[in-house]
C-alpha cells in the first residue's frame, strides 16, 4: 500500500516538473536558428495524443494553452491602427462640406454671389436681395415743410426705405437662366386727407356730409414685379431671354440699379428717354469676337413696367455696340453704340399719362395733366407714333470712365378730361425733343470699377475658377444732364382750350430741365455702397411763359417769377448682394 502511494507521488511530481519546463520555455526569446540538418530518416507515425488529466473536484482548471503562439519574428514592428474618424455632429455640416468630387468645387457658400449647386453642376439657385435706406433733403425757394394742403411744398427732410427687394436667379442645364425679383413696397396714401372713397351711398345726392375718404396719411403696403425672365443660351452669340427686363436703349437705362453713377438714374433717362423703365417680351442678345460687337433686339408691350399689353400693337427696341480698340490694353473696354425705338399707341385702347419729368429725389418739375379754362384735370395720354433713336460713347481709361448719351424723341399725345379718358379725346399733339446725359468717374483710392458693368445687364453666372472679388473703393462721379423738349397740345388738331399748352391763351410750349450733381460713393465689396448725392435743378424762365417747368418757387407760398433753382441732397446705405 505504501509502495503504491509513493508510485502515485512520484508520477504527479514528474507532470508538475513538465508544466515548469514548458512555461519557461514558451517565456525565452526565440532561438538563433540551427544549421542545416542532414538528411533524414523517413519520419515515424505520430502517437496518439495523451488524454487531458480532469481537474479534481471542487477545483479551478488551469488555463494552459496546448501549443503556445509563436513569439514575433527579431525586428518585426506591431502594425499601426488608424485611429476611427470624427462623428459628424450636425447634418447641415456635412452638407456644407461636400465638394464636387472631380473638381473638389464647393456645392454651397459665397463666391460672388451665395449659391446651392449640384456635384454636377448642372444646377444652381441663388437667394438675391437689395436694401436701400435713403435720407433726403431740399433747399431753395419755395421749399418748406408746408404740406401742399396748406399751399406749400411739403418738402421737409424724410428718412426712409426707399427699395427693399428680394430674389431669386439661377442656372440649370448649362444653356438656361432665370432671375425673379420683387419690390417690397411702402406708401403713405391720401397725404392731404381730400381723396375720397365714396361720394355718397346708393340714391342719395352728394353733399359734403355724406362724403367718405380715405384714412389721412395711411400706410399702404403691396409686392411689385421687377426683373423677371428666362434666358435659353445657344451660344454667347445668340441668346433668347423672356419675361419682363429693362428694353436694350441707352446704356445709364441698361446699367444695373445699383451701380448707376448716382442713386438714382439721371432725369433725362428716367423720365424722357425710357419713361416705362421695364417692358415684357422677348429679347434676342449675343456677343461676337469677345464683346468686340454685341447686339440686342427686342419685340415688348411697349406699356411700361408691370402693366399688361393694353393694345395690340408691340414696340420694336434695339442696340448696336461696337468695342474697335481691343488690341489697345489701355483702353480695350471703349465702346460706341446707338439705340433705337418704334411703337404705336391706340388711341381707344392706351388711357394711362405721359410719365411725368421728374427729380432725382421725386419733385415733379413738369406734370402731364393740368386744368383747363373750365377747371377739368385734363391728362396728357400716349396716342399714335412713339419714336425715339440716339447714341452713346463710353470711355475707360485707367481710373477714369467717361460716359454720354443723346437722343431726340418725337411722342404724338393725345388730351383727355379726367373720367372720360377712354370715351373722349379733345385733341391731338406733340411731346418732342433732346434728352441727354454724360458722366465722368474718378476711382479716387482702392480698386476700380466694383460695381456692375456700365450698359450690360447679362445673367449672372456662377464662376469658382475665378478668384472672388473682395474690392474696395472711392467712387467720385459727376453728372450732367438735360431735356430740351417741347409741348404742344393741339399741333395735330382739335378744339382749342385757352390753357392748352401752344394756344393762344397759353402759348409756351418749351420745357428746359438741366440737372448738375456730383456723387461720393465708398465701396466695401459690391455688397455695400455709401453713398453722398448733390443735385442742382435749373429751369431757365420757369414761372413765365418761357417754359412750361417749375421749381417749388414758382409754384408755392409767395410764387416768384424769378425762382428757378431746386437743391437736393441725399445719402443712402446701400447693401445688395
Given at each position: 500500500m505504501v509502495k503504491k502511494?509513493?508510485?502515485?507521488?512520484?508520477?504527479?511530481?514528474?507532470?508538475?516538473?513538465?508544466?515548469?519546463?514548458?512555461?519557461?520555455?514558451?517565456?525565452?526569446?526565440?532561438?538563433?536558428?540551427?544549421?542545416?540538418?542532414?538528411?533524414?530518416?523517413?519520419?515515424?507515425?505520430?502517437?496518439?495524443?495523451?488524454?487531458?488529466?480532469?481537474?479534481?473536484?471542487?477545483?479551478?482548471?488551469?488555463?494552459?494553452?496546448?501549443?503556445?503562439?509563436?513569439?514575433?519574428?527579431?525586428?518585426?514592428?506591431?502594425?499601426?491602427?488608424?485611429p476611427p474618424p470624427l462623428p459628424k455632429t450636425f447634418a447641415d455640416e456635412a452638407a456644407l462640406a461636400l465638394r464636387d468630387s472631380a473638381t473638389g468645387e464647393p456645392v454651397a457658400g459665397w463666391h460672388n454671389m451665395f449659391f446651392f449647386r449640384d456635384p454636377d453642376g448642372n444646377f444652381r439657385l441663388s437667394p438675391s436681395g437689395d436694401m436701400q435706406l435713403d435720407f433726403h433733403a431740399f433747399v431753395g425757394p419755395g421749399v418748406s415743410s408746408e404740406s401742399t394742403a396748406r399751399g406749400g411744398s411739403g418738402l421737409s427732410p424724410r428718412f426712409f426705405v426707399k427699395r427693399l427687394r428680394v430674389g431669386v436667379h439661377g442656372e440649370f442645364l448649362k444653356r438656361w437662366s432665370f432671375l425673379a425679383t420683387f419690390d417690397l413696397t411702402q406708401s403713405i396714401t391720401n397725404p392731404t386727407g381730400t381723396d375720397e372713397t365714396s361720394a355718397a351711398p346708393a340714391g342719395v345726392d352728394p353733399t359734403s356730409a355724406t362724403a367718405r375718404y380715405r384714412p389721412v396719411e395711411g400706410i399702404d403696403a403691396g409686392v411689385g414685379l421687377r426683373d423677371v425672365w428666362v434666358n435659353y443660351s445657344l451660344c454667347p452669340c445668340l441668346n433668347f431671354q423672356v419675361g419682363q427686363f429693362r428694353p436694350p436703349f441707352s446704356q445709364e437705362n441698361r446699367t444695373s440699379d445699383t451701380s448707376t453713377p448716382l442713386m438714382e438714374r439721371s432725369i433725362s433717362t428716367r423720365s424722357f428717354t425710357v419713361p416705362g423703365q421695364r417692358?415684357?417680351?422677348?429679347?434676342?442678345?449675343?456677343?461676337?469676337?469677345?464683346?468686340?460687337?454685341?447686339?440686342?433686339?427686342?419685340?415688348?408691350?411697349?406699356?411700361?413696367q408691370n402693366r399688361a399689353t393694353v393694345d395690340i400693337?408691340?414696340?420694336?427696341?434695339?442696340?448696336?455696340?461696337?468695342?474697335?480698340?481691343?488690341?489697345?490694353?489701355?483702353?480695350?473696354?471703349?465702346?460706341?453704340?446707338?439705340?433705337?425705338?418704334?411703337?404705336?399707341?391706340?388711341?381707344?385702347?392706351?388711357?394711362?399719362?405721359?410719365?411725368?419729368?421728374?427729380?432725382?429725389?421725386?419733385?415733379?418739375?413738369?406734370?402731364?395733366?393740368?386744368?383747363?379754362?373750365?377747371?377739368?384735370?385734363?391728362?396728357?395720354?400716349?396716342?399714335?407714333?412713339?419714336?425715339?433713336?440716339?447714341?452713346?460713347?463710353?470711355?475707360?481709361?485707367?481710373?477714369?470712365?467717361?460716359?454720354?448719351?443723346?437722343?431726340?424723341?418725337?411722342?404724338?399725345?393725345?388730351?383727355?378730361?379726367?373720367?372720360?379718358?377712354?370715351?373722349?379725346t379733345e385733341r391731338l399733339g406733340t411731346l418732342n425733343g433732346v434728352g441727354l446725359t454724360s458722366w465722368v468717374t474718378w476711382w479716387a483710392f482702392g480698386d476700380q470699377r466694383i460695381g456692375a458693368a456700365v450698359g450690360r445687364q447679362k445673367p449672372p453666372k456662377l464662376n469658382l475658377k475665378k478668384k472672388a472679388d473682395l474690392k474696395r473703393g472711392l467712387e467720385v462721379s459727376a453728372l450732367f444732364s438735360a431735356i430740351l423738349a417741347g409741348y404742344d397740345g393741339n399741333s395735330r388738331g382739335g378744339e382749342d382750350d385757352e390753357n392748352t399748352p401752344g394756344s393762344a391763351g397759353n402759348p409756351a410750349t418749351d420745357i428746359d430741365i438741366y440737372q448738375f450733381s456730383g456723387a461720393l460713393s465708398y465701396w466695401h465689396t459690391r455688397s455695400v455702397r455709401l453713398s453722398f448725392n448733390y443735385s442742382l435743378f435749373m429751369t431757365p424762365g420757369s414761372g413765365s411763359t418761357e417754359n412750361l417747368a417749375a421749381v417749388p418757387g414758382n409754384l408755392y407760398g409767395e410764387k416768384d417769377p424769378n425762382a428757378h433753382l431746386l437743391h437736393e441732397l441725399g445719402t443712402r446705405v446701400q447693401l445688395a448682394y
Open positions: 502511494s509513493i508510485r502515485v507521488l512520484s508520477a504527479l511530481s514528474a507532470v508538475a516538473l513538465s508544466l515548469a519546463i514548458t512555461n519557461e520555455a514558451a517565456a525565452q526569446p526565440a532561438p538563433q536558428p540551427a544549421p542545416q540538418p542532414g538528411p533524414q530518416p523517413a519520419p515515424q507515425p505520430a502517437p496518439e495524443p495523451a488524454k487531458k488529466p480532469e481537474p479534481a473536484p471542487g477545483s479551478a482548471a488551469l488555463s494552459v494553452p496546448e501549443n503556445p503562439p509563436s513569439p514575433p519574428a527579431a525586428g518585426a514592428a506591431n502594425p499601426a491602427v488608424p417692358e415684357t417680351g422677348l429679347m434676342l442678345w449675343g456677343d461676337f469676337g469677345d464683346d468686340i460687337f454685341t447686339y440686342e433686339l427686342a419685340v415688348v408691350g411697349g406699356d411700361g400693337a408691340p414696340d420694336f427696341v434695339g442696340r448696336l455696340l461696337v468695342a474697335p480698340l481691343k488690341s489697345i490694353k489701355l483702353i480695350k473696354d471703349a465702346r460706341i453704340g446707338v439705340s433705337a425705338r418704334h411703337g404705336e399707341r391706340d388711341s381707344e385702347a392706351v388711357g394711362y399719362d405721359v410719365v411725368p419729368f421728374s427729380t432725382q429725389q421725386g419733385f415733379v418739375l413738369w406734370n402731364s395733366t393740368y386744368k383747363d379754362s373750365r377747371g377739368n384735370v385734363t391728362h396728357i395720354i400716349p396716342s399714335g407714333a412713339q419714336n425715339i433713336i440716339g447714341g452713346e460713347l463710353y470711355f475707360p481709361i485707367g481710373p477714369v470712365d467717361i460716359a454720354g448719351e443723346a437722343y431726340y424723341a418725337a411722342y404724338h399725345t393725345r388730351e383727355g378730361i379726367d373720367g372720360f379718358q377712354m370715351t373722349n
